[in-house]
């Protein structure tokens, strides 16, 4: 069974930045794909970035610019480079793999973004 861990989140000024990391317990190079999803109160989850296995990367329109995806492969982590972060990003981040057999989903990170 795949755990994945985030960690990261916390609360932070608007125009601020955070870095999110997920490690997983298993192999990121069994993984075709790496995501970052978040879900904010009384919303659904949505896609936020994701990189394949060959580093191919997509983004929401609403983070392109100001969010980077990026993986190291070496230590089975993935990460999410946040900058210029709005109130309208508060939410939880999820990190998700998604292997040929299924997909695995962490617990959560919260991100708030407030004065």
């Known amino acids: 069974q795949v755990q994945l861990v985030e960690s990261g989140g916390g609360l932070v000024q608007p125009g601020g930045s955070l870095r999110l990391s997920c490690s997983t317990s298993g192999s990121i190079r069994s993984a075709y794909v790496m995501a970052w999803y978040r879900q904010a109160p009384g919303k659904q989850r949505e896609l936020v970035a994701a990189?394949?296995?060959?580093?191919?990367?997509n983004y929401a329109d609403s983070v392109k610019g100001r969010f980077t995806i990026s993986k190291d492969n070496a230590k089975d982590e993935v990460y999410l480079q946040m900058n210029s972060l709005k109130p309208e990003d508060t939410a939880v981040y999820y990190c998700?793999?998604?292997?040929?057999?299924?997909?695995?989903w962490g617990q959560g990170t919260q991100v708030t973004v407030s004065s």
């Open positions: 998700k793999q998604e292997t040929p057999l299924r997909h695995y």
């Open positions: 990189i394949t296995s060959g580093d191919s990367t």
